[in-house]
């Protein structure tokens, strides 16, 4: 599906059980470069994934390996794992019914990795969507900054907000779509007072880590966000909106 | 060009009303305390008439406005969702994204009164070009690969891969 056009190259992906969308936007940029990333996305998705039994993961789960043997990429993703866990007041939990799971995690991590990929290769003007979760760098265009749509958690194919700027990430939790179950790591329970949770940032890993902990949180998280120092918008299941003061709401032309 | 038009179609016994807001040159106030209002309504429409919102913007380059020879339109697939089939409908010319709206097909009862009300967009933080305004990407709950094809991020997809 990579094809040249007008606006650069584009390229989706299946992976990691759901779509990669990338958008790059440099002039003449190397079409080797996205093949990098896809090359780049199936390999974590072959030592990352719980539900293969030869991943790395699937391996140090069931103690076949031990860490000493896992590659240096899988390390330090348990590690940036148990910081996040002790920056989050252990919300986000790199583990799942007991067993070894960080792919809360490793989606996000691996779109920061395909933007610097990409960046690195000469592309340093595209776009990263996994599976809803975003990294942008650089610009669309010479005369504008991204703009990045914030899906409406309850009205399908809408959205509720958009967010602009240049190097930008972007992740929502919610309710809305299949594919990842957000539990409260401390009560075992799935959080209903938000619809969805989207943070604003600059990379894509933590950013997203923060979106997921924010969430299994509840009702905590518009304070947790804020003490943070974290832009969001929070939905709530009814409809109604909340962000935190640095989310600016900016009146366009001023 | 430079003008995003959000439209939602709603139609059913005969009714259609079509919603277009956009998200630039409308001052979205910011209350203290910081709830967002919910600054755009839908014009309702009236027995089998439709009706547009004043799109206020002139393009500022007119030989890539939407009225184009060479755009394009990409509909996605109608899905069944608990507001009645949604249909994705994304328009483009050979450089860029037009518009991106939303056809639906549904009862025309409280629920589609409700989305025909839908909130205006937000404008989050950041620096804001007064020229930018269509949509590159879209943030949302993780998606699975039938998530995908249901979703604005496909259309924007399909659009941009010629």
């Given at each position: 599906m990579r094809t040249a056009s007008p606006t650069g190259l584009r390229r989706v992906e299946h992976c990691m059980g759901t779509v990669f969308s990338i958008d790059v936007r440099t002039p003449d940029a190397d079409p080797a470069a996205i093949d990098e990333v896809v090359t780049w996305l199936h390999w974590v998705?072959?030592?990352?994934?719980t539900y293969r039994e030869t991943s790395e993961i699937s391996r140090l789960d069931r103690n076949a390996i031990s860490l000493d043997d896992c590659s240096p990429d899988v390390v330090e993703v348990l590690r940036r794992c148990a910081e996040l866990a002790d920056d989050t007041e252990g919300y986000f939990d790199c583990h799942n019914d007991g067993r070894l799971d960080p792919s809360g995690y490793v989606k996000g991590w691996a779109i920061e990795r395909a933007s610097d990929l990409l960046t690195t290769a000469g592309a340093g003007d595209h776009c990263v969507n996994g599976?809803?979760?975003?990294?942008?760098?650089?610009?669309?265009?010479p005369d504008r900054s991204w703009h990045v749509g914030i899906a409406h958690p309850l009205r399908p194919a809408t959205t509720i907000a958009t967010v602009e700027g240049r190097d930008l990430a972007v992740a929502t939790s919610g309710t809305a779509e299949r594919g990842r179950h957000i539990v409260d790591p401390h009560t075992g329970e799935r959080p209903d007072r938000f619809a969805s949770?989207?943070?604003v940032g600059r990379r894509i890993a933590g950013v997203d880590a923060y979106a997921t902990a924010a969430f299994a949180m509840g009702e905590r998280a518009?304070?947790?966000?804020?003490?943070?120092?974290?832009?969001a918008l929070l939905v709530r299941p009814d409809g109604s909106v909340l962000r935190t003061p640095s989310a600016g709401v900016v009146n366009s032309g001023s | 060009m430079k003008r995003?038009?959000?439209?939602?179609?709603?139609?059913?016994?005969?009714?259609?009303?079509?919603?277009?807001?956009?998200t630039q040159g409308k001052p979205l106030a910011t209350p203290p305390g910081g709830l967002p209002s919910a600054?755009?309504?839908a014009p309702a429409s009236t027995g089998g008439q439709s009706s547009t919102s004043t799109a206020t913007s002139a393009p500022p380059n007119p030989s890539t406005s939407s009225a184009s020879p060479t755009t394009k339109k990409y509909v996605g697939s109608a899905v069944q969702t608990r507001y009645g089939i949604v249909q994705v409908q994304v328009v483009a010319s050979s450089s860029h994204i037009a518009s991106v709206s939303f056809v639906q097909l549904t009862a025309f009862d409280g629920r589609s009164q409700e989305i025909n009300s839908a909130a205006a967009p937000i404008l989050l933080q950041e620096t804001i070009d007064?020229?930018?305004a269509h949509i590159d990407t879209v943030s949302g709950a993780t998606y699975t690969t039938d998530g995908y094809e249901q979703s604005l991020q496909s259309a924007l997809d399909q659009?941009?891969?010629k």
């Amino acid at each position: 599906m990579r094809t040249a056009s007008p606006t650069g190259l584009r390229r989706v992906e299946h992976c990691m059980g759901t779509v990669f969308s990338i958008d790059v936007r440099t002039p003449d940029a190397d079409p080797a470069a996205i093949d990098e990333v896809v090359t780049w996305l199936h390999w974590v998705d072959r030592t990352f994934s719980t539900y293969r039994e030869t991943s790395e993961i699937s391996r140090l789960d069931r103690n076949a390996i031990s860490l000493d043997d896992c590659s240096p990429d899988v390390v330090e993703v348990l590690r940036r794992c148990a910081e996040l866990a002790d920056d989050t007041e252990g919300y986000f939990d790199c583990h799942n019914d007991g067993r070894l799971d960080p792919s809360g995690y490793v989606k996000g991590w691996a779109i920061e990795r395909a933007s610097d990929l990409l960046t690195t290769a000469g592309a340093g003007d595209h776009c990263v969507n996994g599976g809803g979760d975003v990294q942008c760098a650089g610009a669309p265009a010479p005369d504008r900054s991204w703009h990045v749509g914030i899906a409406h958690p309850l009205r399908p194919a809408t959205t509720i907000a958009t967010v602009e700027g240049r190097d930008l990430a972007v992740a929502t939790s919610g309710t809305a779509e299949r594919g990842r179950h957000i539990v409260d790591p401390h009560t075992g329970e799935r959080p209903d007072r938000f619809a969805s949770i989207t943070v604003v940032g600059r990379r894509i890993a933590g950013v997203d880590a923060y979106a997921t902990a924010a969430f299994a949180m509840g009702e905590r998280a518009p304070a947790w966000l804020t003490a943070r120092g974290l832009s969001a918008l929070l939905v709530r299941p009814d409809g109604s909106v909340l962000r935190t003061p640095s989310a600016g709401v900016v009146n366009s032309g001023s | 060009m430079k003008r995003v038009l959000f439209a939602v179609l709603g139609t059913a016994l005969g009714l259609v009303a079509l919603l277009s807001f956009k998200t630039q040159g409308k001052p979205l106030a910011t209350p203290p305390g910081g709830l967002p209002s919910a600054a755009v309504s839908a014009p309702a429409s009236t027995g089998g008439q439709s009706s547009t919102s004043t799109a206020t913007s002139a393009p500022p380059n007119p030989s890539t406005s939407s009225a184009s020879p060479t755009t394009k339109k990409y509909v996605g697939s109608a899905v069944q969702t608990r507001y009645g089939i949604v249909q994705v409908q994304v328009v483009a010319s050979s450089s860029h994204i037009a518009s991106v709206s939303f056809v639906q097909l549904t009862a025309f009862d409280g629920r589609s009164q409700e989305i025909n009300s839908a909130a205006a967009p937000i404008l989050l933080q950041e620096t804001i070009d007064a020229q930018s305004a269509h949509i590159d990407t879209v943030s949302g709950a993780t998606y699975t690969t039938d998530g995908y094809e249901q979703s604005l991020q496909s259309a924007l997809d399909q659009a941009g891969i010629k």
